[in-house]
C-alpha cells in the first residue's frame, strides 16, 4: 500500500499489523491516522478498528484494512509479512 504499515497491540503477544491505505480512497496521498486503536482516513474520514479484523465502524469504506501477519522474533523484533 501507499500509506505504510500500522501495528497495534492489545496485549503483550498480541500483535495486528495492517495496511495505512484507506479501502475507499486508495491514492498516495491517502492515509489512515491512527489513534490509540481507531483510524481514521486523512481524505474521506472513513474509521477503522485497528484492531482484530479492521473493519470500517464510520464512513464510506465498506471493506476493511488489508491485514498482515506478525510475528514476535527474540522478544524485541516484531516481523510483518504477507
Avoid: K, W
Wanted: hydrophobic share 30%; glycine share 12%; proline share 4%.
Amino acid at each position: 500500500g501507499f500509506g505504510g504499515v500500522i501495528v497495534s497491540c492489545l496485549s503483550l503477544g498480541e500483535y495486528y499489523a495492517y495496511d495505512a491505505s484507506c479501502t475507499h480512497e486508495v491514492t498516495q496521498t491517502c492515509h489512515i491516522e491512527p489513534e490509540g486503536l481507531m483510524g481514521t482516513c486523512s481524505c474521506c474520514g472513513s474509521q477503522f478498528q485497528l484492531m482484530y479484523s479492521a473493519y470500517p465502524i464510520e464512513g464510506l469504506a465498506t471493506t476493511p484494512l488489508r491485514q498482515y501477519s506478525v510475528s514476535v522474533l527474540g522478544g524485541n523484533t516484531l516481523r510483518v509479512y504477507n
